[in-house]
């Protein structure tokens, strides 16, 4: 069957993949496999903006991949490689980052952020991250871009870019749609801000059973609330949010929902109630991950064959930027 387009995401392997992502992307990346070409990259290069050592990037990328294919992604249909391993990624970000406006980047929200949560590593790499994210993008002329809403701003950026590119030097570069989940942002367990791998606020996909419990009894829920019988607020109660999602009765929600809102059932009950749903939701992703975790050279066989593939792309796609801009 003819694909209607090219796929493209990345996430960095800064750590264990957690619901955020799982909602956020993942299940996007699995459901665009049929009818997309699909390109899933894990970002090593971006993960080194963040990271001041990094003796777990190569176990973690490894992991990540094996967290994908116990997710779902299948590497026949899909192609899944590790961005390091593809080195035309940052020779196309020079070009691009010739188009990019300085002041542009400094005002991201998403560079402030990382300012903010990182003051002591300020490196240029941080600044440039929006410019090799547009670069893993274009360099697979992708047409749609799974993401969490958090990532926004920077697909913003990168059709802006190519945009700029484009009419500089003639249409070369494809501008990308961004894609949502029904859950684009999911919350950490702190309840403000967004559940991340890097601020240590989120619960693994690969977490044990009791590991996930504990993680979930952590959970700040409605702040109103200080005693088991005041009326609860559901709607806004992240510990509801994320057990709609994973609830294993959903017909069952709309009266946890009134006993919340009544006070006739405590956080901490709710809580148990989410974690055994969770758990049980998680279940056989574990056990798969599991069993592909017995197979580490299958897993690295995928990565080899998903950098083969992705260099064929690439390499093109370089190829006729360079010739538009001028370069031998
Ligand atoms: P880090 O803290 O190291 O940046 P992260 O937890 O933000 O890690 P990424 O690897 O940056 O994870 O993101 C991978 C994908 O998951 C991106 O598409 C991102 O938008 C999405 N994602 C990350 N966190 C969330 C979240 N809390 N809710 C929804 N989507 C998310
Ligand atoms: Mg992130």
Redesign the pocket.
Known sequence: MAKKGRVF???????R?????Y????QNYVALQRDYECVYCI?DL??LT?LTETRELRQNTYEMALEWLAAGLDPKESIIFVQSQVPQVTELHMLLSMVTPMGRLVRLPTFKEKVRQQPDNVNYGLLGYPVLMAADITLYKANVV??????APHLEFTREIVRRFNNIYGEVLVEPQILL?Q??????IDGVN??????DN?IELAATPEETRKRVMQMVTDPARKYRNDPGHPEICNVMTLHRVFASDPSQMPQIEADCRAGTIGCAEHKRMFAEDLNRALASLRARRAELAQHPQMIRDVLEDGACRAQAIARVVLREAKDAVGLP
């Open positions: 995401s990345g996430a960095r392997p800064t750590g993949q957690h619901l955020g992502n909602l956020g992307a993942i970002v971006h993960a963040s799974p993401v969490g809403e958090d990532q989940t859950v684009p942002r999911v919350m950490g967004k559940m991340s791998k890097s601020l989120h």
